[in-house]
C-alpha cells in the first residue's frame, strides 16, 4: 500500500537539515555537506531562519507545477520542505493580511539562478493572487514583461547562457484585497560595451541574433538586413549559437510578448528599426585621409550601408556624414569645429551605436511601465522584486564590473543591516534578552567606493570634470594618492609597500577586496566610461532624425535645448540610483532568496565543493546563521510547538484545555529540559540548541511508535469484541430460526395427517353424491345437446349465407372480378395496333392470368388477321392463297424462298397479246395464260442455256421459241409428274413427265428462271385444280432425270458463278449433270 504522506512540518522526512539553523555541528564543512546531501537528492532549497538558500539545478525540476503551488498556498513558512513558494506565499500574506509592503531580495553570482528564481516568485504570487479578466490580463502583461526585457538586454556570457546585463528592480502593486493592479520597473546599468564588442565566448545582446534568424525575408528586406550573421561586425561569431536555444523561435515570443504587454505595430518596428541601425552601425567604416594642413581625416569607406541606416532611419545622409568627421566644441558663445581621426570617428560611432542600443533600453523599460502602471489612484501594497546582476570577477574586469560588484556590495550592507535589525526586532517584540555577535560587516568596503570625498567613485568624476589632460593613467595616481592606506584598496604604485612586490597586479590596474573576493580591475577606459561622451553632432544629428522614437531617445540634440552643461558622469548616476534603490528596499520588510552556483559547468549533478565553498563564504551565509543562532537557534509560536510535541505529556496529551504558553511550560518541566536551553517569548518559544530540538523530534518519534501501537491495540481489542459480539448474536438468531423451523415442520406433519383421513371420508361422501349428480347433469345435457344441435342445424341452414366462412369466397371472387374488370379495361386502352405482324403485347400484369393473357394474346392475333383478311378483294385473296401455297411448299425447304415472299406473283411477265411478234403464238393458245415468262432451258446434251417462252395455261405447259414465238413443246399438265430442285438459292428446276406420254421422248425438262418459286407454285395449283392430283415436289441437292433411255443425276455444286444467278450446268457423263450454284 503506498504511504501516504501529510507533512505538517518542515523536520518530517528532512533530508540533512531543511534549516540550517538547526545544523549540529555548526562548521563550514558540515554547511557544505548538508547543502551537497541535499543537492544530489534534489533538494536545492534550504532555509536558513527565514532566508531561502538555492542551488541551480541547471535541468528542470517538477517542483513548480500547480500541484505544488496548490500545496503551498496558505501554508505557515515551516510546514513544507524549504522552497521558493514558501517564502512567496509568506511575502504575499503578509502583504495581503498584516499590510506590509515586502521586497525579495535575489542575490548570488552570475548564473547562480537569480532572474529563474525571480519568475517562480512572480509566477508564484501571480498563481495565488486574485482572478478574474482584468486581474488576468495584469497579471499576463506583468509576466510578459520579462521575455520582453530578456530579449534586449539578456546575453550569453561565459559564466550563464542567458545572463542579466542590467539591473532589474519590479514593484508589482496590490490592492487591499490583494488583487495585481500593475507594476513599476526600474533598470540599472545596461552593460552597453556588449554592444560593440564582446568577450570571447559571449554573445551580444540576444535580441540581434533573434531578429536575423527569426525575421520573415520580408520583415528582413524592410529592415536592410541579411540573416547571415558573418555580415555584421558586432556580432561575435564563434559563439553565434547557444546550446538548447532556438533564436527564431524566441523572436516570435518575444514579439508576442510585446503585443500582449501592449506595444503597438509601429512602435515594435520602429524598436526593430533602432535595432538594425545599431547593427548596421558596425558595418559603417573608415580610412584616413590626408588634408591640405597636414592633419589626417576620416572618411567613409562604403557609403552603402550610410546610405541604408539613413533610409531606414530617417536621417540625412550628409548630416550623419559629417558628423562622423567633425567635432564641434561649444563653449561659450564660440563654436570651433575639428575634423576626427579615424580612430576618433571608430570611437564616434561605437559611442552611438552604444547609446542608441541603452537609450533603446531605458525607452522599452518607460514604455512598459506606460502599459503596466496601475489605473487606480487607490493606496497600494508593493511586492519588490530585485533582480540585479551578480558579482562578477572575471579575467580583465573593467569599469562595469566596479559598478556591478558595488551594487552587490550595497546590497550585502544592506542584507547584514537588516537580518540583524529584523533579528533584534523579533528579540524585543518577544522580550528575549539580546546577545551581541561578531560578523564582517562591509560598510568599509562600500565606503571606499561611495565615500563622499575620498571614494573610489568621487575621485573619478573629479578626474573626469578636471581641466586638463585627464588619462585613466592620471586617475589610478589620484587612486594611489587617496586610498593607499584603505584596508580593502591593493595598487602596485601606491605608496603603501605591501604590494610593491606583487607581480600579480600589473601597474594599470588596482585591486579592491570585496566582501566575495578580491577583483583586480583594468583602469583603462574607466575614464571614458565614466564620462560616457556622445559627441553633440551625433545627438544633434540623431535629433533632426525623420525618426519619432530615434528622435525621442536623443532630446539633447534639439539645438534650442543646448545645455553647456556635463551631464552627470555614469558613476555618479549610478550611485544616486542605487542609493534611491537602498532607501526602497529599507522601507519594506525584505525576504531574502540567496542563490549559489553549484558548479562552473552549467552542468546538473555536479556540485563542486570549492566554489560552493567560496560563495557561503563571501556570501556570509555561515555568519547568518551564527546570528540566526545567537542565543536560541529555534523559535516556534506556542500553538504549533504544542501541537507537535503534546504527546510527550500525560496532561497535555490527548489535549490541553489552557493557555498555550503555560501547556508549553508544563510539557516543558514534565520532560525535563534544563532551564537554560530554553526561554519563553510573548509569543514563541525559544530554543537555545538544536540538539534539545532533536531531543524532542526524536522523543515525538518514539511516542508516536508508542502511540501507534496503542492505537493498534485499542483497535485490535475492539475489532475482536465486536467480532464476538456479532457472532454471539448470530448464533442467538441462527438457534431461534432453527428451533421455529422444527416445530413448523412437526405441525405441519400432523396437520396433514388429519387432513388426509378427513379428505378420505369427504371424498367418499361426495363422490357419492357426484355420481348421483352427474347423471342427472347428464340426462339434462343430452337433452339440451340435442336441442342446441337441432336449433345450430337450424339456424346455420337459415344464416348460412350470412356466414363468415362464405365472406372469403365471395371477396376472393370479387376480387377477382374486380382485378380481371380492371385487366380487360387496361388490356383495352393497351391494344397493340391491328398490324397482324406487330409483335408487341403488354406485360401480364398478374402470374395467375399467365395462361388467359396467353390465350387473349392467341384470340386477338386470329382476330386481327381475320380482320385484315376480310378486307381482301377476291383477286387479292388469290394472291394471298398462293403466297400460302409457296410458303407451305418451300418455307424452310429451299434457300431461295424467303427472297420471294415479298416479290408479288405476276405470272404474265411477258405479255403476249401486247407484243405483235408473238401474235401467231397468242392465237395458238385459247385458253388463258396464267404464266408467261423466259426462262433458260438447259441443253440435256451439253447443259448449255437457250431461252424460251414458257406458257403455263390451265391445261397446258407451252415451250415457244423467244425470237419467233413458235411453240416447240406442248405438255398437257397430266403428263407432268414431279418437279425437282436444289434446296440452295438458285432457279433450277427439273419438270419429270409422264413416262410413255407424248412429250416424253426426249425426255424431262431442265430450266431455270427468276421466278421459280412463283412458277413452281402455280404450277401445283393449276395441276391440282385440273388433275385433282397433288403435283409431286421434290427438293433435293441430287436427283435423277430421265434423258430419253438414261437415268441421269443432276447434283448440285457451290461454285463460282460468272452469269450472275443462272446456274451453269456441265453434262460430266452419261450419269452426271453437275449444276453449280452460287
Ligand atoms: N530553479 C531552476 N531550475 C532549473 N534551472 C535553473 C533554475 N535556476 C536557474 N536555472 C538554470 O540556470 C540558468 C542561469 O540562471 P539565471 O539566468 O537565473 O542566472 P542569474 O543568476 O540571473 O545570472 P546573471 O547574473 O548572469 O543574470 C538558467 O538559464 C537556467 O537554465
Ligand atoms: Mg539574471
Keep these: 500500500m503506498a504511504k501516504m504522506e501529510v507533512k505538517t512540518s518542515l523536520l518530517d522526512n528532512m533530508i540533512g537539515v531543511g534549516d540550517m539553523v538547526l545544523l549540529e555541528p555548526l ?80 542575490t548570488g553570482e552570475s548564473g547562480a539562478g537569480k532572474t529563474e528564481a525571480s519568475k517562480l516568485v512572480m509566477s508564484y504570487v501571480a498563481a495565488v493572487c486574485g482572478k478574474g479578466a482584468e486581474v488576468n490580463q495584469v497579471k499576463e502583461q506583468l509576466l510578459q514583461s520579462n521575455p520582453v526585457l530578456e530579449a534586449f538586454g539578456n546575453a550569453k556570457t561565459v559564466r550563464n547562457d542567458n545572463s542579466s546585463r542590467f539591473g532589474k528592480y519590479m514593484d508589482i502593486e496590490f490592492d487591499f484585497k490583494g488583487d495585481p493592479l500593475g507594476g513599476v520597473i526600474s533598470n540599472y546599468l545596461l552593460e552597453k560595451s556588449r554592444v560593440v564588442k564582446q568577450p570571447r565566448g559571449e554573445r551580444n545582446f540576444h535580441i540581434f541574433y533573434q531578429i536575423l534568424s527569426g525575421a520573415s525575408e520580408d520583415l528582413l528586406n524592410k529592415l536592410k538586413l541579411e540573416r547571415d550573421f558573418s555580415r555584421y561586425n558586432y556580432l561575435s561569431l564563434d559563439s553565434s549559437r547557444v546550446n538548447g536555444v532556438d533564436d527564431a523561435v524566441n523572436f516570435r515570443t518575444v514579439r508576442n510578448a510585446m503585443q500582449i504587454v501592449g506595444f503597438m505595430d509601429h512602435e515594435t518596428q520602429s524598436i526593430l528599426e533602432v535595432v538594425a541601425a545599431v547593427l548596421k552601425l558596425g558595418n559603417i567604416e573608415f580610412k584616413p585621409e590626408s588634408r591640405v594642413n597636414g592633419l589626417d581625416e576620416s572618411k567613409i569607406k562604403d557609403k552603402n550601408e550610410l546610405k541604408e541606416i539613413c533610409e531606414l532611419t530617417g536621417i540625412d545622409q550628409s548630416v550623419l556624414e559629417r558628423a562622423f568627421s567633425f567635432r564641434t566644441v561649444e563653449a561659450k558663445q564660440e563654436k570651433v569645429s575639428t575634423t576626427l581621426n579615424v580612430a576618433q570617428a571608430y570611437y564616434a560611432r561605437d559611442a552611438l551605436a552604444k547609446n542608441l542600443y541603452s537609450r533603446l533600453f531605458s525607452w522599452l523599460v518607460t514604455r512598459i511601465n506606460e502599459s503596466i502602471k496601475a489605473q487606480t489612484k487607490v493606496r497600494k501594497k508593493v511586492m519588490g522584486v530585485l533582480d540585479i546582476y551578480g558579482f562578477e570577477i572575471f579575467e580583465d574586469n573593467s569599469f562595469e564590473q566596479f559598478i556591478i560588484n558595488y551594487c552587490n556590495e550595497k546590497l550585502q550592507q544592506i542584507f547584514i543591516e537588516l537580518t540583524l535589525k529584523e533579528e533584534q526586532e ?83 590596474c588596482f585591486r579592491i577586496q570585496h566582501y566575495a573576493g578580491k577583483v583586480m580591475y583594468q583602469v583603462e577606459g574607466f575614464v571614458d566610461k ?62 531574502y532568496i540567496r542563490c549559489i552556483k553549484p558548479n562552473d559547468k552549467k552542468a546538473a549533478h555536479i556540485f563542486s ?187 346455420r341452414r337459415e344464416y348460412r349465407k350470412f356466414f363468415r366462412a362464405n365472406a372469403g369466397r365471395k371477396i376472393y371472387e370479387f376480387t377477382l372480378q374486380k382485378i380481371m374488370q380492371k385487366y380487360f379495361l387496361e388490356m ?61 411448299l418451300f418455307k424452310d425447304k429451299k434457300a431461295l424462298y424467303p427472297a420471294s415472299v415479298g416479290q408479288p406473283f405476276h405470272g404474265a411477265y411477258l405479255e403476249i397479246s401486247k407484243n405483235p411478234k408473238y401474235k401467231k403464238l397468242k392465237d395458238a393458245v385459247e385458253e388463258k395464260i396464267i404464266i408467261a415468262e423466259v426462262v433458260n432451258k438447259i441443253n440435256r446434251a451439253n447443259g448449255k442455256c437457250a431461252s424460251r417462252i414458257f406458257l403455263l395455261t390451265k391445261n397446258n405447259v407451252l415451250l415457244a421459241d423467244q425470237k419467233s414465238g413458235h411453240i416447240k413443246s406442248e405438255v398437257p399438265l397430266g403428263d407432268v409428274t414431279k418437279v425437282s430442285m436444289s434446296s440452295q438459292n438458285d432457279g433450277f428446276f427439273a419438270v419429270h413427265l409422264k413416262e410413255g406420254s407424248g412429250a416424253a421422248g426426249k425426255g424431262d425438262f431442265l430450266f431455270s428462271s427468276d421466278h421459280l418459286i412463283e412458277m413452281a407454285t402455280k404450277l401445283y395449283r393449276t395441276t391440282l385444280s385440273q388433275t385433282k392430283q397433288k403435283l409431286n415436289i421434290e427438293i433435293s441437292d441430287e436427283f435423277l432425270v430421265q434423258f430419253r433411255q438414261d437415268k441421269v443425276c443432276v447434283k448440285f455444286i457451290q461454285g463460282n458463278q460468272k452469269n450472275g444467278n443462272i446456274p451453269t450446268c456441265k453434262r460430266k457423263n452419261n450419269r452426271l449433270l453437275e449444276v453449280a450454284v452460287p
Excluded at 536558513?48 to 500541484?67: D, H, K, M
Excluded at 459480539?725 to 422444527?742: D, E
Aim: proline letters at 4%; charged letters at 30%.
Design 530 to 591: 565614466n564620462n560616457d561622451l556622445l559627441y553633440r553632432d551625433l545627438s544633434q544629428a540623431m535629433w533632426k532624425a525623420n525618426h519619432s522614437l530615434i528622435k525621442a531617445l536623443f532630446p539633447e540634440g534639439n539645438p534650442a535645448k543646448i545645455n553647456l552643461k556635463r551631464p552627470p558622469t555614469a558613476g555618479s548616476q549610478f550611485k544616486a540610483s542605487v542609493a534611491t534603490l537602498m532607501k526602497n528596499l529599507q522601507t519594506k520588510n525584505p525576504n
Design 27 to 106: 562548521s563550514e564543512d558540515s554547511f557544505i555537506n548538508n547543502l551537497k546531501k541535499r543537492f544530489d537528492h534534489s533538494e536545492i532549497y534550504t532555509y536558513i531562519g527565514s532566508v531561502v538558500v538555492s542551488i541551480n539545478p541547471y535541468r528542470p525540476l517538477p517542483i513548480y507545477s500547480p500541484e505544488k503551488v496548490e500545496e503551498y498556498r496558505n501554508r505557515n513558512f515551516y510546514e513544507l520542505s524549504p522552497h521558493i513558494f514558501a517564502l512567496s506565499d509568506e511575502a504575499y500574506r503578509s502583504l495581503r493580511d498584516q499590510d506590509k509592503d515586502q521586497c525579495i531580495l535575489i
Design 828 to 888: 383495352k386502352n393497351k391494344m397493340p395496333s391491328l398490324s397482324p405482324i406487330d409483335k408487341n403485347w403488354p406485360a401480364r400484369p398478374y402470374l395467375f392470368l399467365d395462361s388467359t393473357h396467353k390465350e387473349l394474346k392467341r384470340i386477338f392475333h386470329l382476330w386481327r388477321c381475320k380482320k385484315y383478311r376480310d378486307q381482301f378483294t377476291d383477286q387479292q385473296k388469290l394472291i394471298y392463297e398462293e403466297k400460302l401455297e409457296a410458303s407451305e
Design 426 to 508: 523579533e528579540y524585543i517584540r518577544e522580550d528575549i534578552e539580546w546577545t551581541h555577535i561578531e560578523y564582517f560587516n562591509n560598510a568599509i568596503i562600500c565606503d571606499l567606493i561611495e565615500n563622499n570625498q575620498t571614494g573610489i567613485l568621487a575621485m573619478l568624476d573629479e578626474e573626469c570634470l578636471r581641466p586638463g589632460t585627464v588619462t585613466d593613467d592620471t586617475f589610478l595616481e589620484k587612486l594611489n594618492q587617496i586610498c593607499a592606506t584603505h584596508q580593502h584598496f591593493e595598487s602596485r604604485m601606491s605608496k603603501c609597500s605591501r604590494f610593491l612586490n606583487d607581480t600579480s597586479l600589473p601597474h594599470s
Design 609 to 795: 565543493d570549492a566554489l560552493v565553498c567560496h560563495q557561503v563564504r563571501y556570501l556570509g551565509l555561515l555568519e547568518n546563521v551564527r546570528v540566526r543562532r545567537a542565543g536560541y537557534a529555534f523559535r516556534q509560536p506556542y500553538e504549533l510547538c504544542l501541537e507537535r510535541y503534546k504527546m510527550l505529556c500525560k496532561q497535555t496529551w490527548p489535549h490541553w484545555r489552557g493557555p498555550a504558553r503555560s501547556g508549553v511550560e508544563v510539557l516543558f518541566n514534565e520532560l525535563e529540559i534544563p532551564e537554560e536551553e530554553y526561554s519563553f517569548g510573548r509569543s514563541k518559544i525559544f530554543i537555545r540548541n538544536p540538539r534539545t530540538l532533536f531531543k524532542l523530534e526524536d522523543l515525538r518519534k518514539q511516542r508516536l511508535e508508542d502511540l501507534a501501537t496503542l492505537i493498534q491495540k485499542i483497535y485490535r481489542g475492539w475489532k475482536c469484541h465486536t467480532r464476538f459480539l456479532l457472532m454471539k448474536r448470530s448464533q442467538i438468531v441462527i438457534a431461534s430460526w432453527y428451533r421455529r423451523y422444527a416445530q413448523q415442520k412437526k405441525y405441519q406433519k400432523i396437520k396433514s395427517s388429519s387432513i388426509v383421513v378427513q379428505s378420505y371420508i369427504r371424498g367418499w361422501k361426495a363422490r357419492k353424491l357426484l355420481r348421483e349428480l352427474k347423471h342427472q347433469k347428464r340426462c339434462k345435457e343430452a337433452a339440451t345437446t340435442i336441442a342446441a344441435y337441432w336449433h345450430g342445424t337450424q339456424v
